[in-house]
């Protein structure tokens, strides 16, 4: 009867009490391992989105790298058929025809810059 006025919890809800804290205890400790393994598979996952994007690009890159090399090659190609065509035009020599087309193209450039911008610009001073 003294244990009953003592006011003491009898040892049985005592032992509930322990075995809910240590029950508590262990569900806290799997969510938390639940917790752990979602985020390495989140983790994972993210890492292998980002390694296809990267793959992507570097795709890209290089698909992009050879069309400019090939525009490149091309435009090279161009200018030095031309060059070579100038170079051809030049060793010709020059007949009477050729020479008064040109001093006509000459004469007509003159006389339209003449009559066009020179005396415009003249006009206001």
Known sequence: MADEKSGAPPSGTAEQAMNRVLAAERDAGRAVADCEARSRDIVQDARQRANRIAS????????????????????????????????????????????SVCMEDVAETLTTAAHGGFGKRDAGQ
Do not use: K, N
């Open 56 to 99: 992507r690009t570097d795709e890209r890159i290089t698909l992009m790298q050879m069309r400019s090399a090939q525009r490149t090659a091309a435009t090279l190609r161009q200018l030095q058929q031309a060059q070579q065509s100038l170079d051809d035009q030049a060793g010709e020599p020059l007949d009477d025809a050729s020479v």
